[in-house]
């Protein structure tokens, strides 16, 4: 798909939309809609992501700028909206962010270019609060996220006063990911505003771990699978014994983490349906954990990407090089469905 999608082949296109078809909801916002219906109809929201990225070109970015504040009016007038979603790399050219990660000076033309950066992302945190809809700043890139960070802190420090408007992502694969998180809410404690905090394990796992063999530096990321779990829940704990002022939004398709947190809520007497606390899977994966969640009354909405599926690619195919990094989760999976197809046959059967 990378070396021949450029051409547009009318077969390759037809294979992409079928790999891909169960993890995005259409190419346009009004194709989209059937699926926030229909997730609805089982008490699960949605939040729609035009889910394009590495932009290099001003004008493009202005425009995603503006998708963001559709996509944000229109959670507004949809109930089953809670929340929007936007990536620095769409907004800004990623070199900038990669000279303030490593606190190289920039150039006169890149102090205006991040200008604009920081101007579009506060345009969207704009309606987001006037409008009383979450906005999910995705992570980056581990070269990327600590400008990303400071961005992202300082919207929440304008716009989070009286709640949690602005979320950050926090990526638990990263070994410092806790001590990151505990940084971000001392400033929050120190300041006085409220921490929106999203939290997933990561999605840069090969990337990473390449750059910094290439690098001849450490991996940012955790040595084995357990320890991400391990940094993950941790994070999760945190996060609930602090609720007076840290919103979260769960990302995880781990059975055990969704359990784990569900136990802290019951054992701190926080209500299944209280606002601060969400959980979230992605369109097509772990619908079984989603589906139980809501009907057990917790609060849960699932990431819904669209747009052109050549813009798309790079986000489901990393989607994709997540799902079989999950150990058994696709296995399991394809074994609840197996097992609910010869249930309804035996009730079709008796019926």
Not at 82 to 87: A, D, H, I, L, R
Request: aromatic share 10%.
């Amino acid at each position: 798909m990378n070396t021949f999608g450029h051409l547009k082949l009318f077969v390759l296109q037809r294979i992409q939309r079928w790999l891909f078809k169960p993890f995005y909801a259409g190419t346009t916002l009004q194709e989209s809609e059937p699926t926030v219906a229909y997730l609805s109809n089982y008490d699960v929201f949605s939040y729609l992501n035009y889910a394009t990225e590495d932009c290099w070109d001003e004008k493009q970015f202005e425009v995603n700028s503006q998708i963001v504040q559709k996509l944000l009016l229109h959670a507004a007038t949809t109930k089953n909206i809670p929340f929007s979603v936007c990536k620095a790399t769409s907004f800004g050219h990623k070199h900038l962010f990669q000279k303030i990660n490593a606190q190289l000076s920039l150039t006169k033309n890149e102090k205006h270019a991040f200008k604009s950066v920081v101007n579009r992302f506060r345009e969207c945190c704009k309606v987001a609060k006037e409008h009383d809809v979450g906005l999910l700043i995705d992570a980056e890139e581990y070269n990327m996220q600590l400008a990303v960070d400071q961005i992202v802190m300082d919207l929440m420090k304008e716009f989070n006063t009286s709640k949690a408007v602005v979320y950050n992502t926090v990526q638990l694969y990263l070994v410092d990911g806790n001590e990151r998180l505990q940084q971000m809410h001392y400033r929050a404690k120190t300041e006085s505003f409220n921490l929106g905090l999203k939290l997933v394990r990561g999605a840069y796992m090969q990337k990473e771990r390449k750059r910094a063999q290439k690098l001849g530096i450490p991996s940012p990321i955790c040595k084995t699978k357990s320890d991400t779990d391990a940094n993950f829940n941790q994070a999760v704990a945190y996060c609930f014994n602090h609720l007076s002022n840290i919103s979260i939004l769960l990302g995880s398709h781990n059975e055990y983490s969704m359990i784990l947190a569900t136990e802290i809520m019951k054992k701190n007497r926080i209500k299944s349906w209280d606002e601060r606390v969400w959980f979230s899977q992605l369109l097509g994966m772990s619908d079984h954990i989603s589906f139980i969640l809501a009907k057990k009354g917790y609060n849960v909405v699932k990431f819904v990407p669209f747009g052109p599926l050549e813009k798309l690619a790079p986000y489901l195919t990393r989607r994709a090089e997540e799902n079989t990094a999950i150990v058994g989760q696709t296995s399991r999976e394809l074994a609840l469905l197996q097992r609910e197809i010869k249930r309804r046959s035996i009730v079709a059967k008796a019926l």
